[in-house]
């Protein structure tokens, strides 16, 4: 799985994190309380962010956390009682629909919705087919992706919706109860909750770099990480696996280098946001990686590194995977042939299962040959394993036999022990315009407009990061999915991070993993009815 080609530097630039605004100042924590008040300012009359109508209230409180480093919180506008609960269908496949046989969607083909319309009314309920409109993107155009099913009706609270939900699946029919808020691009007042750490790497005497925690496999809340690293902010970072019929739980999906050192490899060639522990030369890049193996004369590919073998999350692996070589977001490919490298950052056992595993001393000698896979790894051993074809590759070695392992991360630029990738996607900013990759980062699934519809179009909590004019790191969490934070789709997340002056922006992983921790507090408020979410690794200011 591996990609030869070369990396590709979006750029390094950078601008001010700027203030606004109007409402009440938030409370941050029980830490930051105690802040002296004359680190904190409230500032008032810069542009507003693009989100709902242009005159709502807006206001943006600072405060300086270390030398270099300023913690803004942007509240936006105020729920509004006349925006409703809706109830929202899952729509039938029917013979009309590019997959017959597929599962009830939230979008699917005008014909397809039009039918549960017809079968809604026979029923009683009164319902309309709407089209769901895709704006332009830098690779995508716009177009309607497709319809989805709401009953006529509206309600004042999710509890009536709630009602009207069960009523209809007494009938044989599924939907949701949905806050009309939530959509992209409603006219809703708000309300927004935006946070953001600013680094300014001309004071900044600190670390800026990422954590997985004790290993890859474990999962720890954002909170959590900072406290272990005795961090002033952090925010969550890349996506992960979370089910584990799809790898490792914890495991990142995509590319992740902690202080220099390679622990994931890319989703193709996804974007990154490249950081350095001085908070110089902070950079959006695309990165690649090569990785073989030498056994003898022979040399041999690696498809990954630190993941279960045979399963690509997020896909974007070689020709050999299916079904796709290309990146698919939320989709695990399979590869029933691989070759890949654990070390001990992995956590406390390799995967188990068929196949082989060697096991290699610091010199890259074989130190144990084992004929299944699964095995804790001693301080300063490597292991590599194979499935399929490509375990009859180990099969050949003996013990003492020398193993040459290479793997090289290309990032555009040089990168040391100080250097820290987190994977992203999509794109959101280019050079100081909105350049939105959502196609070429695999969020948009022609087959499956229902993932365009729910990840990318509709509001949800996001993450996102990059630089300024002033060359400064910009991390920002934005809260969303209940009814008082209404989230952003992921057009207006790139229309808020070009608001906030960044010239080049990312978008992490979001949903539930959003989370800001100030102070060993979180200021932000988590989406999962759980509270927040343990994630896979962080970006951590020290």
């Known amino acids: 799985m591996t990609s030869r080609r070369r990396a590709s530097a979006i750029s390094a630039g950078a601008v001010g994190i700027l203030m606004a605004g109007s409402t009440a100042i938030p409370t941050l924590s029980a830490s930051a309380s105690t802040q002296d008040p004359a680190d904190t300012s409230v500032t008032r009359g810069s542009e507003p962010l693009p989100l709902g109508p242009s005159d709502l209230p807006e206001e943006r409180t600072s405060r300086t956390l270390q030398p270099g480093v300023t913690f803004t919180h942007i509240d936006r506008g105020a729920p509004s009682a006349d925006v409703p609960w809706v109830v929202e269908l899952n729509i039938p496949a029917t013979s009309s629909s590019s997959d017959p046989d597929g599962p009830a969607r939230s979008v699917q083909d005008k014909a397809s919705a039009d039918a549960l319309v017809a079968r809604l009314r026979a029923a009683g309920f009164g319902s309309r087919a709407e089209p769901v409109r895709q704006p332009a993107v830098a690779d995508v155009d716009a177009g309607i992706i497709g319809h989805r099913v709401r009953l006529s009706t509206s309600h004042s609270s999710r509890t009536e919706a709630d009602a009207t939900a069960a009523k209809l699946k007494a009938q044989g029919f599924s939907g949701r109860t949905w806050y009309a808020g939530w959509d992209g691009g409603s006219r809703a007042s708000g309300h927004w909750s935006v946070n953001v750490i600013t680094i300014d790497p001309r ?12 290993d890859l496999e474990q999962r720890e809340t954002t909170t959590e990480l900072a406290r272990s690293t005795g961090a002033s902010a952090a925010v969550n970072g890349g996506f992960f696996t979370m089910d584990p019929k799809a790898g490792a739980e914890g495991d990142p999906s995509g590319v ?29 890049t695309r990165p690649s990686w090569d990785g073989t193996i030498r056994l003898g004369s022979r040399t041999v590919d690696l498809d990954g590194k630190n993941r279960v073998p045979g399963l690509i999350r997020n896909c974007g692996g070689d020709a050999s995977d299916s079904p796709t070589f290309l990146p698919v977001h939320d989709t695990t490919c399979t590869d029933s042939s691989e070759l890949v490298t654990f070390d001990s950052a992995f956590g406390a056992r390799t995967p188990s299962g068929p196949g082989t595993e060697a096991v290699l001393d610091r010199s890259g000698r074989v130190e144990r040959l084992l004929h299944s896979r699964g095995v804790q790894l001693r301080r300063g051993e490597t292991s590599v394993q194979g499935i399929g074809s490509k375990a009859a590759v180990l099969k050949t070695l003996e013990m003492g036999d020398r193993v040459g392992v290479k793997e090289r ?61 002033k060359g400064r790191t910009v991390l920002v969490t934005v809260d969303g999915r209940q009814a008082d934070q209404l989230g952003v789709s992921i057009p207006e997340a790139a229309a808020v991070a070009k608001s906030l002056g960044m010239q080049e922006a990312v978008n992490l992983d979001g949903g539930g993993s959003t989370a800001m921790s100030v102070r060993d507090q979180l200021v932000s408020s988590p989406s999962d009815a759980g509270g927040e979410r343990s994630v896979g690794d962080a970006i951590v200011v020290r």
């Open 256 to 284: 992740g280098v902690y202080n220099g050192t390679f622990a994931s490899e890319p989703v193709g060639d996804r974007p990154a946001l490249v950081l350095q522990q001085n908070a110089r030369r902070t950079t959006v």
């Open 203 to 214: 004071s900044f005497k600190g670390r800026l770099t990422g954590t997985y925690g004790p």
């Open 409 to 469: 991360v290309d990032i555009g630029a040089p990168h040391t022990r100080h250097t820290t990738v987190v994977g992203g996607g999509p794109e959101l900013v280019r050079s100081g315009s909105e350049h939105i990759t959502q196609k070429r980062d695999g969020m948009h699934q022609v087959d499956n407009p229902s993932f365009d519809y729910g990840w990318v179009l509709q509001r949800n909590p996001r993450t996102f990061a990059g630089t300024d004019a």
